[in-house]
Nanobody, 116 residues
Framework: QVQLVESGGGLVQAGGSLRLSCEAS????????MGWYRQAPGQERELVAQ?????????ADSVKGRFTISKDTTKDTMSVNLQMNSLKPEDTAVYFC????????WGQGTQVTVSS
């Protein structure tokens, strides 16, 4: 089992920045990939960015050049951070942390709202 705890999010004006963090605990040695997904009202959940245990990142085209994902690993935890710059109103969504072992684990979600 893997447990995920998210922090960050909130309300920001367009052009501003926010930072999301997610810490995984439990069987972190089984985690292959961690990342962030988002879901806006009436839309499907979509990948924002993910990073492998080895440190290789992947970004959605819509956030390339604006968002940066990073990870930290300790003996008992693994965490990912998402630095979001130059935010746009279309980035407004609930952001979910995810960890993939041989199944997906999800965080509870955190709201990001970008006002125009």
């Amino acid at each position: 089992q893997v447990q995920l705890v998210e922090s960050g999010g909130g309300l920001v004006q367009a052009g501003g920045s926010l930072r999301l963090s997610c810490e995984a605990s439990g069987r972190v040695f089984t985690i292959n990939v961690m990342g962030w997904y988002r879901q806006a009202p009436g839309q499907e959940r979509e990948l924002v960015a993910q990073i492998t245990r080895g440190g290789s990142p992947t970004y959605a085209d819509s956030v390339k050049g604006r968002f940066t994902i990073s990870k930290d690993t300790t003996k008992d935890t693994m965490s990912v951070n998402l630095q979001m710059n130059s935010l746009k109103p279309e980035d407004t969504a609930v952001y979910f942390c995810a960890a993939y072992t041989w199944e997906y684990y999800w965080g509870q979600g955190t709201q990001v709202t970008v006002s125009s």
